[in-house]
């Protein structure tokens, strides 16, 4: 099992090389000279000029991508070409707002995904079944941000029950700061702000968290259906054990195994669509920003991002792998064996 | 089986053989029967044909001229006049969403045929060379995957410059992987059949086999496949519309429609609920008829 | 009579039609007592099976009949009660020990969850129950192979553990639904034999369905022969193959190689298919593969007729036929 860890770590080093050199041939080669957008249309062509070599522009690409690599390597992802701030301290002052959207938003997703999912499939084609997987086709074919707008619409606009954006209110904003404001506001003990984080929170989490919802129901409702047919559960009923224990003990279990992955996998592609969930949400997060600095070819900045998103989303991959050893036996054990 | 136990004449034989011959025309045949008995595919079908009859005749049917600028029209909500009502230009919504059909069916379409002739090829080589022609293939589309695919479809985007055609590519480049893995794994599977097997030892060259025998066999998944790929890619161009990323002004793409008019969320909400109903019926029919082609494809949900 | 099926008939609900799966039988089985059902898949002997055992999922349904367990009729009991009486009084193992077991509990786990169902016993004593179970089907080290999963035992291993789990509530009824087609020739024999020595062990009686006669010959007292969900041929192990009297019966015995066979030429096989249950023939249900179909076969379907204890489904043993066929 150690082993086998290891080594898929260590394979990890040639996919996150690879991504550098895929953002690196976007972001430098095919794109566009960042000069004139960073410095406006009425800087001279020494200005330019100067600017590019203030930013180790004017080096040779190979070079250019060495510099980058080693800076990588020490943990230094370069400065904004705007703020001049380092591009890991831009990001990590953001990150927390992200990963406790996407947080909110895979657990809201699972909850629900799942519970559907087993209720579907227990019942299946009941008008309760048919109701979840009308759901669960509309949640995979609405738009992320159209949701957000429908939501904010909806519980802003015209029930304003719900803010319509931000993650707290200024005034209320937590004393202690990890960037986790649920986490924040709970260490210092703080009702009324933690209300009003969760309820700031509530809507973008729910926009984000609808696709992956509905690929969860799905996935759920088949992985049961394919479970309940097993021969293993018509062993279990043999037994004379009640159908609720069938369920609950026998098929979830085996089933929940193929809904791991896939919450795993939902998780990482959660990332992307924080991007416009963020920004529907005016959430002040990663995505929103890196949407941002594309736009103005802060490079250095989303170089960062997407390498660290990149990293992120394989490092998910391999945890999805070593818990699903850890939940189905035959995995682990197949290992010592073989 | 043992000598002295004797096994009843198995019944099932006789079908088995004709599992074996089957031809790959017969499985897309059995497809389609199945699929004609799919109510909710064939809803998705229809509101394709509809959505492609849309497209087709649009200028047609459009009441007003849908990129014209009216700042004394500006924002009537929906009325007889103007059944969507008008946007913050006074244009109207209705000729704008009629409008919008042929730019995300087009650029949806595209996408899909980039991405689908790239992974086909890409994963038809993976497949059928192995080794490391394979390796090298396969981990080059890992990496890819190990990127949010909008967000590398955004970062194209600043590189390659607004407009549909960039658009198109960037979005048909972000999922050649699926194709690629698909096709691989299907040729994988198919390569070790017998009639291949049998291809192979009468001596035909490799393109000739990957093309007449393993493609129309992997044709099944990758219709599939690029179906559900469609509604993807509509969502896609919406996603980057919406960012400001897609179309060129005042061209009327959905996302673009949504994007330009979300600050206009509390005062104008009907701005931002046709286009959105008009993606979201797209994507929905794309899935309903992906879904029903998966599950016609799939002999063991069939019996069900 | 321990149990007593009478004109049991299970259907199911398809797109297509309805099929009769099990169309009136009737049998019974005696204390410590093992009856063999064979037939061909699709002959409708698991459905009996499993109808007596109340476990017929969607789209079947038992319509009609009843089956009297020790008197009382299971058909008539509620959904706790069968629960009650499953995997206590009445047990299955099945044919597919590779998939019978589920993967993801250990051994012990999946037998005392058994026992704890149905007897009121702490965790220790059922723990003890269970490795005692695991020794007497003949497992070897049972303290240790419980705490197996069970991809960690060979297909043979499983098939005791199913057995172990089947009688670790001292079941008077084991339902063995084709427990040694999956199994390798050798370990047939053992699970046979273990089966055997349980019944003896434990007085209970045993069910056995299969479709192999070789397996008949060795484990069974009374033999049912089924064919489209009738019973063609109802007699003891000996009568049946000393004298068969239905011509599939007489089909499946010929098909059975045997050593002191002289002949070169090929083995019998009965000719034809199994009917489409949707389209049966209209008279007798065997009259398109039969030998010695006669015209009125096409028409009427026959009758069971017992002849010395031997109960047969022919017209060839019907008086009216008895004469025009000689």
């Known amino acids: 099992m150690f082993k086998y860890i290891v080594k898929r770590i260590l394979m990890l080093i040639p996919v996150l090389l690879g991504v550098s050199i895929i953002v690196f041939l976007i972001m430098r080669v095919f794109s566009p000279d960042p000069a004139p957008i960073v410095l406006g249309q009425h800087a001279t062509i020494e200005d330019a000029n100067a600017w590019r070599a203030a930013n180790g522009l004017d080096k040779p690409l190979y070079i250019q991508f060495v510099d980058f690599l080693k800076g990588a390597l020490t943990g230094d992802l370069g400065t904004s070409y705007y703020t001049k701030t380092p591009v890991t301290q831009e990001i990590f002052s953001r990150f927390p707002a992200t990963i406790e959207l996407a947080l909110a938003a895979i657990i809201l997703a699972s909850v629900f995904g799942i519970f559907i999912g087993i209720i579907s499939a227990v019942k299946k084609n009941s008008i309760i079944d048919h109701a979840g997987m009308l759901l669960a086709l509309v949640g995979v074919s609405m738009p992320i941000f159209w949701l957000g707008i429908l939501l904010i619409i909806l519980f802003a606009g015209v029930w304003h029950i719900l803010p319509s954006g931000g993650r707290i209110d200024p005034l209320l904003q937590p004393v202690v700061s990890s960037g986790f404001y649920i986490y924040d506001t709970i260490v210092s003990g703080d009702t009324e702000a933690l209300a009003d984080a969760l309820r700031h929170l509530i809507l973008p989490a729910a926009a984000l968290g609808m696709y992956s919802m509905a690929i969860i129901t799905r996935m759920t409702r088949s992985s049961m259906l394919e479970t309940m047919s097993q021969d293993y559960i018509r062993t279990a009923r043999a037994k004379g054990i009640s159908e609720n224990r069938v369920v609950t003990h026998h098929a979830l279990r085996n089933a929940m195994i193929p809904v791991t992955t896939v919450i795993g996998l939902q998780l990482g592609s959660l990332l992307g669509g924080a991007v416009l969930t963020e920004t529907v949400f005016s959430w002040p997060g990663i995505g929103n920003y890196t949407v941002e600095c594309i736009l103005k070819s802060d490079f250095p900045v989303v170089q960062g991002v997407v390498l660290l998103i990149a990293f992120i989303f394989v490092l998910i991959n391999l945890v999805v792998d070593i818990v699903y050893a850890l939940i189905d036996p035959r995995i682990k054990f197949s290992k010592k064996e073989g | 089986m043992s000598m002295q136990h004797a096994e009843l004449p198995k019944s099932e034989f006789p079908e088995q053989t004709a599992d074996l011959l089957e031809k790959p025309e017969s499985r897309l045949k059995e497809m389609w029967e199945s699929l004609c008995e799919d109510k909710a595919a064939l809803t998705g079908l229809f509101v394709i044909l509809f959505l492609v009859l849309v497209a087709l005749f649009g200028p047609l049917i459009m009441p007003y001229d849908p990129n014209l600028s009216n700042m004394t029209k500006s924002f009537i909500w929906p009325n007889s006049e103007h059944w969507f009502g008008t946007d913050q230009l006074g244009r109207d919504i209705f000729s704008r969403v009629i409008a919008g059909t042929r730019i995300s069916l087009t650029v949806g379409l595209s996408a899909v045929a980039i991405s689908l002739t790239i992974g086909v090829v890409l994963g038809s080589i993976a497949g059928y060379r192995g080794g490391k022609v394979d390796t090298v293939i396969m981990r080059f589309m890992d990496m890819m995957l190990a990127i949010p695919s909008i967000l590398l479809a955004i970062a194209f985007m600043a590189a390659l410059g607004k407009g549909l055609d960039k658009a198109v590519i960037a979005i048909g480049f972000v999922s050649i992987p699926e194709y690629a893995r698909i096709v691989r794994g299907c040729i994988l599977s198919v390569k070790e059949n017998d009639y291949v097997q049998a291809a192979r030892v009468i001596g035909n060259k490799s393109s000739r086999i990957i093309f007449k025998h393993i493609l129309p066999n992997v044709l099944s998944s990758i219709v599939v496949r690029a179906t559900l790929g469609i509604s993807t890619a509509v969502l896609d161009t919406a996603a980057l519309g919406f960012l400001g990323l897609g179309v060129q002004p005042p061209a009327a793409e959905w996302g673009d429609m949504l994007g330009r008019a979300r600050g206009f969320v509390f005062t104008a909400p009907y701005t931002l609920i046709f286009p959105g109903i008009a993606i979201t019926l797209t994507v929905l029919a794309f899935n309903l008829l992906g879904d029903g082609l998966r599950d016609a494809l799939d002999p063991k949900l069939r019996k069900n | ?326």
């Open chain 3, 1 to 326: 009579m321990l149990l007593e099926v009478n004109h049991l008939q299970t259907e199911f609900q398809l797109k297509h039609g309805t099929v009769k799966a099990v169309n009136d039988i009737s049998f019974s089985i005696e204390k410590g007592e093992i009856l063999a059902i064979v037939g061909e898949s699709g002959s409708g002997k698991s459905v009996t099976s499993l109808s007596v055992m109340g476990l017929v999922q969607n789209p079947g349904k038992v319509v009609g009949g009843e089956i009297l367990f020790k008197g009382e009729d299971l058909l008539k009991k509620s959904k706790a009660e069968m629960q009650a009486i499953r995997g206590d009084q009445i047990s299955m193992i099945f044919q597919e020990p590779m998939t019978s077991l589920n993967p993801v509990y250990r051994i012990k786990d999946q037998i005392m969850e058994s026992i704890m169902t149905h007897m009121k016993l702490s965790k220790k004593e059922a723990w003890e129950r269970a490795v005692h179970m695991l020794e007497v089907v003949g497992i070897p080290s049972p303290r240790e192979r419980a705490m197996d999963y069970p991809h960690q035992m060979s297909g043979g291993m499983r098939q005791r553990v199913m057995i172990a789990m089947a009688l670790s509530c001292r079941p008077e009824l084991l339902i063995a639904d084709e427990p040694t087609t999956a199994l390798d020739v050798t370990i047939q024999a053992q699970i046979l034999d273990l089966l055997y020595h349980m019944r003896e062990k434990f007085n209970m009686a045993v069910l056995l369905i299969t479709h192999d006669l070789g397996v008949v010959s060795e484990a069974a007292d009374r033999v049912i022969v089924m064919y489209c969900g009738q019973i063609v041929e109802e007699a003891d192990v000996r009568s049946l193959f000393a004298n068969p009297m239905h011509p599939y019966t007489l089909g499946l015995l010929k098909s059975i190689p045997r050593l002191e066979d002289e002949s070169d030429g090929p083995l019998y096989m009965i000719k034809g298919m199994v009917p489409n249950p949707l389209k049966m023939p209209a008279g007798c249900p065997f009259s398109d593969r039969c030998d010695r179909c006669m015209e009125r076969c096409r028409r009427e379907a026959p009758a069971l007729k017992e002849i010395d204890g031997h109960k047969v489904r022919c017209f060839l043993y019907d008086s009216e036929t008895e004469e025009a066929q000689v």
